[in-house]
Protein backbone atom coordinates (compact mmCIF):
# COMPACT_ATOMS: atom_id res chain seq x y z
CA UNK A 1 0.00 0.00 0.00
CA UNK A 2 0.96 3.69 -0.50
CA UNK A 3 0.24 6.43 1.38
CA UNK A 4 0.59 9.92 0.59
CA UNK A 5 0.65 12.84 3.65
CA UNK A 6 0.92 16.54 2.72
CA UNK A 7 1.98 19.22 5.27
CA UNK A 8 2.15 22.37 5.44
CA UNK A 9 -1.58 24.27 4.93
CA UNK A 10 -2.60 27.51 7.19
CA UNK A 11 -4.17 30.64 7.39
CA UNK A 12 -2.61 33.29 5.38
CA UNK A 13 -3.57 36.75 4.07
CA UNK A 14 -4.30 37.88 0.36
CA UNK A 15 -0.76 38.00 -0.81
CA UNK A 16 1.49 35.88 1.28
CA UNK A 17 3.08 32.50 0.70
CA UNK A 18 2.82 28.69 1.59
CA UNK A 19 5.15 25.87 0.96
CA UNK A 20 3.47 22.32 0.68
CA UNK A 21 4.87 19.66 0.96
CA UNK A 22 3.76 16.10 -0.11
CA UNK A 23 5.83 12.38 1.24
CA UNK A 24 4.87 9.35 -0.43
CA UNK A 25 5.82 6.15 1.74
CA UNK A 26 4.67 2.54 1.88
CA UNK A 27 5.13 -0.25 -1.07
CA UNK A 28 7.88 1.35 -3.47
CA UNK A 29 5.54 3.21 -6.21
CA UNK A 30 8.71 3.09 -9.19
CA UNK A 31 8.83 5.83 -10.95
CA UNK A 32 5.32 8.32 -11.23
CA UNK A 33 3.78 11.52 -12.24
CA UNK A 34 2.47 13.35 -8.85
CA UNK A 35 0.34 16.07 -8.68
CA UNK A 36 -2.31 19.05 -6.40
CA UNK A 37 -5.19 19.11 -6.97
CA UNK A 38 -8.01 21.32 -4.58
CA UNK A 39 -11.12 21.34 -3.59
CA UNK A 40 -13.07 24.40 -2.01
CA UNK A 41 -16.22 24.20 -0.74
CA UNK A 42 -19.76 23.14 -2.69
CA UNK A 43 -16.81 23.37 -6.00
CA UNK A 44 -15.30 20.32 -7.61
CA UNK A 45 -11.76 19.00 -7.32
CA UNK A 46 -9.52 20.74 -9.59
CA UNK A 47 -6.14 20.37 -11.06
CA UNK A 48 -3.31 23.06 -9.57
CA UNK A 49 -0.39 21.72 -10.75
CA UNK A 50 1.79 18.16 -11.84
CA UNK A 51 5.02 16.85 -12.31
CA UNK A 52 7.04 14.01 -14.39
CA UNK A 53 9.15 11.69 -12.44
CA UNK A 54 12.02 13.46 -13.41
CA UNK A 55 11.13 16.46 -13.01
CA UNK A 56 11.44 17.64 -16.30
CA UNK A 57 7.67 18.60 -17.47
CA UNK A 58 5.72 20.88 -14.99
CA UNK A 59 2.41 21.82 -15.57
CA UNK A 60 -0.01 24.40 -13.75
CA UNK A 61 -3.29 25.33 -14.42
CA UNK A 62 -4.13 28.65 -15.66
CA UNK A 63 -5.65 30.08 -12.36
CA UNK A 64 -2.06 29.55 -10.74
CA UNK A 65 0.47 29.64 -13.21
CA UNK A 66 2.79 32.54 -12.19
CA UNK A 67 2.23 32.32 -8.66
CA UNK A 68 2.35 28.46 -7.99
CA UNK A 69 5.85 26.10 -8.56
CA UNK A 70 5.73 22.70 -8.22
CA UNK A 71 9.00 20.66 -7.68
CA UNK A 72 10.39 17.69 -6.46
CA UNK A 73 12.19 17.99 -3.14
CA UNK A 74 15.19 16.31 -2.59
CA UNK A 75 14.03 13.51 -0.74
CA UNK A 76 13.25 10.73 -2.92
CA UNK A 77 8.91 10.11 -3.35
CA UNK A 78 8.66 14.05 -1.84
CA UNK A 79 7.12 16.94 -3.89
CA UNK A 80 6.72 20.51 -3.35
CA UNK A 81 4.06 23.38 -4.07
CA UNK A 82 5.04 26.76 -3.51
CA UNK A 83 2.35 29.07 -2.91
CA UNK A 84 3.19 33.05 -3.58
CA UNK A 85 0.78 35.84 -4.48
CA UNK A 86 -2.04 33.85 -2.28
CA UNK A 87 -5.64 35.25 -3.43
CA UNK A 88 -8.83 34.72 -1.15
CA UNK A 89 -10.14 32.16 -3.88
CA UNK A 90 -7.06 29.95 -3.64
CA UNK A 91 -8.59 29.15 -0.66
CA UNK A 92 -9.46 25.39 -0.73
CA UNK A 93 -8.25 21.91 0.72
CA UNK A 94 -5.24 20.48 -0.92
CA UNK A 95 -4.48 17.46 -2.34
CA UNK A 96 -1.34 15.70 -3.06
CA UNK A 97 -1.57 12.47 -5.79
CA UNK A 98 0.57 10.00 -7.37
CA UNK A 99 -0.14 8.49 -10.84
CA UNK A 100 1.37 4.99 -11.07
CA UNK A 101 1.33 4.25 -15.08
CA UNK A 102 2.83 7.72 -16.18
CA UNK A 103 6.71 8.97 -15.29
CA UNK A 104 7.57 11.09 -18.50
CA UNK A 105 4.69 13.44 -18.05
CA UNK A 106 1.64 14.12 -16.33
CA UNK A 107 -1.60 14.35 -16.65
CA UNK A 108 -4.42 16.61 -15.13
CA UNK A 109 -7.47 14.16 -15.14
CA UNK A 110 -7.70 13.40 -11.43
CA UNK A 111 -9.27 10.01 -12.29
CA UNK A 112 -5.37 8.85 -13.73
CA UNK A 113 -4.11 9.11 -10.15
CA UNK A 114 -3.82 5.76 -8.55
CA UNK A 115 -2.97 7.11 -4.80
CA UNK A 116 -3.85 10.44 -2.74
CA UNK A 117 -3.51 11.57 0.35
CA UNK A 118 -5.86 12.75 2.80
CA UNK A 119 -5.56 16.79 2.08
CA UNK A 120 -3.94 19.92 3.77
CA UNK A 121 -6.65 23.10 4.45
CA UNK A 122 -5.30 26.43 2.80
CA UNK A 123 -7.12 29.49 3.65
CA UNK A 124 -6.77 33.27 2.43
CA UNK A 125 -7.76 35.69 4.19
CA UNK A 126 -8.86 38.63 2.51
Known amino acids: QVQLEESGGGLVQTGGSLRLSCVAS????????MGWFRQAPGKEREFVAA????????YYADSVKGRFTISRGNAENTIILQLNSLKPEDTAVYYC???????????????????WGQGTQVTVSS
Open 51 to 58: ISWTGGNT
Open 97 to 115: AADSGRFQTATMTPSEYDY
Open 26 to 33: GRTLGPHA
